[in-house]
């Protein structure tokens, strides 16, 4: 789906770029470094739901995706420290404002490692945050909306429930079929995807230009 200046942009290079952020930790792995860089058990303490092993594969594929860089330090035993690279930090408008719009509309957690609201929690769920901004772009109906987004009515119908639940969308029955919408809750996320877009298209630029200049530009950091 194209859209003008401006506009939140569902689109192939939207879905490659945040398929890496996608999995389970994710994002809050990408958080907790975006403050400070941080050795692997500093990590275990700041995302404490996330396994060892499974701790293990998201800082690997984050940083095969180009988001962090891992650096062994001297001593007895050597140490690992993680840091987000140029493209990683890129992310922070979205954390910034992320934070803005849970505190906005009086999402609240219990869990003081989160972002505001839980949110992180919330779209880590998988497609969730796929779901919203496509939803930004218009009403839609069940089917298709999971055709737009391309995941099975199963999980959509999940993301959907939960989504409903936090207040970020609502279902609209006074048509034919049922049409989901978004909250005016929801509407104001749009402030939250627009720099994620922004990061996305500029992440899959980058992954469009000669492996030269891209060798070139991890060369410098």
């Known amino acids: ?97 992320m934070t803005s719009w849970a505190d906005r509309h009086h ?12 949110v992180l929690g919330l779209f880590q769920e998988k497609w969730a945050m796929h779901v919203v901004c496509v939803l930004l772009t218009g009403p839609h109906g069940f089917n298709e909306l999971a055709r737009e987004v391309g995941i099975s009515q199963v999980t959509l119908s999940q993301r959907l429930s939960e989504l409903e639940r936090r207040g970020l969308v609502d279902r609209d029955r006074t048509g034919a079929t049922p049409a989901y919408t978004l909250s005016p809750a929801g509407m104001d996320f749009r402030v939250v995807a627009e720099p994620l877009v922004e990061w996305a298209h500029d992440l899959h630029a980058h992954h469009k230009r000669p492996a030269a200049d891209r060798t070139e530009d991890a060369a410098r950091g």
């Open 107 to 118: 999402l609240e957690t219990t869990d003081p490692a989160e972002i505001s609201g839980g």
């Open 1 to 97: 789906m194209s859209a003008g200046a401006g506009e939140v942009r569902y689109d192939d290079a939207f879905v490659a770029a945040v398929g890496v952020l996608n999995t389970r930790w994710a994002l809050h792995v990408v958080h907790a470094l975006s403050a400070e860089p941080l050795g692997f058990n500093e990590l275990r303490r700041r995302v404490p739901g996330a396994g060892p092993s499974t701790l293990k594969q998201r800082l690997s594929e984050l940083a095969d995706a180009g988001l962090l860089h891992r650096e062994v330090l001297d001593g007895s035993p050597p140490r690992t420290r993680y840091s987000l690279t140029e493209r990683g930090a890129g992310l922070q408008p979205m954390f910034t404002e």
